[in-house]
Structures are given as C-alpha cells and as structure tokens.
C-alpha cells in the first residue's frame, strides 16, 4: 500500500538497522543499467547460479533450451544460495522488485546480491570470481547455439545457425586417422596454459587435400562438432585488401574453426621453386591474380602472417583449416610447421571408410558381396562421395545397394584402365614427336 519511494527508504534503514556491526560485505549486480541496457555481467552469473541451483535452492526457475531441449534451472525470486570456496562461505541472494510507471504499466528490475565476511575480500575479488566468470563462460559455451559465419556476401561476417550432420563416427575415413585427429585436437584445447608459457599464440593450422569428394568439407564439420565450435567460412575473392583480412579474423571469436577452402584457386599460393621468376618479396607482396577467374588483393604474405598468428592478438584458441585439391601447387612458405601443423590427405575410398559408409547407408557391417567390393576399390578409384552417391539412391534396400555399388565399381575399373591408357598412349605420342623434331 506504500508508494515506492517510502517503501524503498524503510527498506535501506532496515538493513542498515540489521547490519551495524556487521562486517559483511556486499555486491550488487542489476539486470539492467542506468541507461537501461542489459548487464551482461548479471546474465554471466545467472549461468554460474543455475548450475548450483538445481543442487541447493528451494524456489527455482525452471526453463527448456530451445537447441538442446535440456532443462536448466535458475534461482527463483528473492531467494538465496549458499556456496562454499577455499574453507568459507559466501551467500548470493536474488532479488526482484516490480517499479510501477505513471502509464499504469510494471516493469520488473532484477538483481543479484553477493555477501561474504569482509576479511575474505582479497580472497573473493581476486580468486573466487575469476573462477566463477570462467565456470559461467563453460556453461554458457555448452548451451549455446553453434553458428556459421561467412563473408561471401560482403566483407563482413554474417551467420546463421550451424549444424553439420558429419562426426568422426559417420566420416569415412581409416581409423588410425581419425584417432590422430582427435588425440591431436583434444591436445590442442587442453595446452592453453602451454601457448601462454611459450610466447605463442593459441591456434593451429590443418591442411585437408585430395581430390574432390573425398570428405574434405565432412572432416572440417566433424572437428567443429567434436570441439563444439563455430565455424567462420572465409572467402579470400571477397575481401579487398590485407588490410580488411585483418579486421576479419580480429573479428571472430575464440573457439572457433577459421576455414579457406580451395585456397589454390582464391590466391597465388604457386610453388615458387618452380621457376617463378618474381622475387620472394615481390611475390609476398604482390597483390596477385587467382589461378582461377576469381581475383583477389589478398597477398601471400597476408595469409602467412594470418598464419603465423600476427593479427591474432585475441584472446582464445582457433583452428584454421585450409582445403586444396592439388597441394602440389601450394607454395612451402605455406606448409612448414607452425603454419600448417597438420597435413591430412584424403584420397579414393578405400575398405575401412567402405564399411563406414555401408554402416551409415545401409545400416550393415557386413554382406556376402562385402569381399568382391573391397577387391574391387584400389582398382576402381571411387571416392567416399561417389559411393555415398550410390547407396544413397538405393534407399534401405541392402541388396540393391551392394549390387548397385559393385557394379558402379566395375563399370569405373574400366574407364580407369581406358583413361590410363590414353594417358600412356598420349606420352607415347608425345616421344614419337619429339624424335621428329
Ligand atoms: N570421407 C567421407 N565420409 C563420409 N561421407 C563422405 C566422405 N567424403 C564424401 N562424403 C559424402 O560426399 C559428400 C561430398 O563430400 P565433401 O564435400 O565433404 O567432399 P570434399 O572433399 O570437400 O569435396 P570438394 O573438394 O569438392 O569440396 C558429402 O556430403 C558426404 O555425403
């Protein structure tokens, strides 16, 4: 039946009167600022309490994530929760207070309290709520909604939800391989403390080649799935100069997958010992002519220095991921260590990834014409995206797609042993000529 303001007066002197002599200290974060824009720090430790609240409080919140459909739990109003750190306590105390405006309407001001004897406030500012914004931030990373961001609209970064259905269970792909990448992967996240020690910066750089179809886009979202990351598709012919790369990559997030693909046909990354006749810094500097009709301003040297990390001067880990199909065109500037720390090819299928991809089309490990296709794959040089092709269209009738599959597999025996044929016929061709000559 108050009015606000003597409502809020009596409140302010009841506490003062409760807490003289106290030595309890107390800190306060509002949901929303003066200028009424949202605190993002009051939302950080939502996410720390929510995680203690399904454990501890009595009144909770309970909300859906939208993406996950999991159940998360905040603390209800005016309630408090205890927690404990390093031998003491702390009480965090939600509070929720309706401000009624002259139009009638309500509005509900939230905030959130943290008190703790005075003599742990070295202890608290400088141990405890680093550890609670960095606890927040894991559980905010786990219930986010993972995002692609690409820049072949303009030279900015725009993104849409990201969800690829390749894992390193369903990649064909030999399992020794596999194994290499995630133990390395897994590697990579854990040494943070590492990079720091060692004057590095926290990123690693992977080269994916083959030929087309062999997974190479599969592999680049089963890694951004086993980290759980977000993928930034960077389109080198859409960026201006190496001036507006470097405002692109600053602008991307930690754990994140940085991804060039076909980084032969976006910018000249020939073999300079070829015969190029340009100099190293003529052509580091050069803003050059794709291979292919696409151009851009991007040079060389903009992409080391992209990959040496000089411009990654963020905090956070990133992996950057560069596609080729020919990696003999890449200049080996571009493919020491520290630069391209990993090289993985991937090539025609071969049995193993065969298996996988029976497991994940047909939903069999094994069939009575298992032996005769194995046999057949050196020889018929298919790739995982031409058997996906074929089983694919065969639906979940087993038989049709083996039979189907085996059949593709001898009819491309032959136009490989044809094709070879020409190839050797041309050569000889070639020599015949040159002793005319
Ligand atoms: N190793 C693989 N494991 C599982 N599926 C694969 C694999 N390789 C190819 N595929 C299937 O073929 C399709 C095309 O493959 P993907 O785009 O990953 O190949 P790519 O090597 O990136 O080709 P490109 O060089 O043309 O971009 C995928 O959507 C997937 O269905």
Not at 3 to 18: F, G
Not at 321 to 350: I, K, Q, W
Request: with cysteine.
């Amino acid at each position: 039946l108050l009015p606000p303001e003597v409502r809020d007066l009596l409140s302010y002197l009841s506490k003062r009167l409760l807490h003289s002599g106290d030595k309890t200290v107390s800190m306060v974060v509002d949901e929303f600022d003066c200028n009424g824009r949202c605190n993002p720090l009051f939302t950080t430790i939502e996410s720390y309490l929510s995680s203690k609240s399904a454990s501890s409080a009595k009144v909770m919140k309970m909300n859906q994530h939208s993406k996950s459909r999991a159940l998360t739990f905040s603390m209800g109003p005016d309630q408090d929760l205890l927690d404990h750190f390093n031998g003491f306590q702390l009480k965090w105390s939600s509070k929720s207070d309706k401000h009624k405006h002259p139009n009638d309407t309500f509005s509900e001001h939230r905030s959130i309290t943290l008190s703790f004897d005075v003599k742990h406030r070295e202890a608290v500012q400088s141990v405890y709520l680093p550890k609670v914004l960095r606890e927040a931030e894991a559980i905010r990373f786990k219930n986010r909604e993972k995002r692609l961001f690409s820049n072949r609209k303009d030279a900015h970064w725009t993104s849409v939800p990201f969800s690829h259905p390749s894992t390193f269970e369903t990649l064909a792909l030999e399992s020794k391989v596999k194994e290499d990448i995630m133990s390395d992967l897994t590697n990579f996240v854990a040494r943070k403390e590492y990079y720091r020690r060692v004057g590095r910066t926290w990123k690693r750089g992977y080269l994916l080649y083959g030929p087309p179809g062999t997974g190479k886009t599969s592999l680049i979202g089963a890694i951004a799935n086993f980290l759980d990351f977000d993928v930034y598709d960077l389109e080198l012919t859409a960026v201006a100069d190496n001036t507006q790369l470097r405002t692109l990559l600053l602008s991307t997030a930690s754990k994140s997958v940085i991804v060039v693909e076909d980084v032969d046909c976006t910018v000249d990354v020939m073999n300079r010992s070829r015969g190029l006749k340009r100099t190293h810094d003529e052509m580091e500097e050069e803003p050059v002519v794709a291979a292919s009709a696409a151009v851009t301003a991007v040079s060389l040297s903009g992409i080391l220095n992209f990959l040496d990390g000089l411009w990654s001067t963020c905090e956070g880990e990133r992996l950057m991921v560069f596609t080729t199909n020919h990696v003999e065109r890449l200049d080996p500037a571009l493919l020491r260590p520290g630069r391209m720390d990993m090289h993985v090819h991937m090539s025609y299928c071969g049995a193993e990834a065969f298996r996988t991809l029976m497991k994940n089309y047909l939903g069999v490990g094994d069939h009575a014409l298992l032996a005769e296709a194995e046999g057949l794959l050196p020889s018929a040089k298919m790739t995982p995206a031409d058997v996906a092709d074929v089983l694919m269209g065969c639906g979940d009738d087993v038989e049709l797609g083996m039979r189907d599959v085996v059949e593709r597999m001898k009819r491309r025996r032959i136009e490989v042993a044809a094709d070879a044929e020409v190839v050797n016929g041309n050569k000889g061709t070639e020599k015949e000529e040159q002793i005319v000559f």
